[in-house]
């Protein structure tokens, strides 16, 4: 089992920044990554970013490259999305997941934290 804990989220304007932290426990070592995925208000969950626990590979939407960086500090077992350049249509709960690549872009994961909200005003 991992267990995974999304914070950072909150309301900003337009044009700030929030990083997101996803603090892992359990067997980290059994999955091959962490993904960043968000839901808008009745939209579907969509893929953000991933990064692998080893190595320096990571990956991203196209709606969020350039303006989110997604990092990692093995040490703390902790994943971050620093989220720059914020948009209104940014505003959605943000979770993070652990799973295998390629499955995990797919928005298949083995595990889930609960959610942190991401509000940007206009």
């Known amino acids: 089992q991992v267990q995974l804990v999304e914070s950072g989220g909150g309301l900003v304007q337009a044009g700030g920044s929030l990083r997101l932290s996803c603090a892992a426990s359990?067997?980290?070592?059994?999955?091959?990554?962490i993904g960043w995925f968000r839901q808008a208000p009745g939209k579907e969950r969509e893929f953000a970013a991933s990064?692998?626990?080893?190595?320096?590979?990571?990956y991203y939407a196209d709606s969020v490259k350039g303006r989110f960086t997604i990092s990692r500090n093995n040490a703390k077992n902790t994943v971050y999305l620093q989220m720059n350049s914020l948009k209104p249509e940014d505003t959605a709960v943000h979770y993070c997941?652990?799973?295998?690549?390629?499955?995990?872009?797919?928005?298949?994961?083995?595990?889930w934290g609960q959610g942190t909200q991401v509000t940007v005003s206009s």
């Open positions: 359990g067997r980290t070592f059994s999955v091959d990554a």
């Open positions: 997941a652990a799973g295998d690549i390629p499955r995990l872009w797919a928005g298949v994961a083995d595990y």
């Open positions: 990064i692998r626990w080893t190595g320096t590979s990571t």
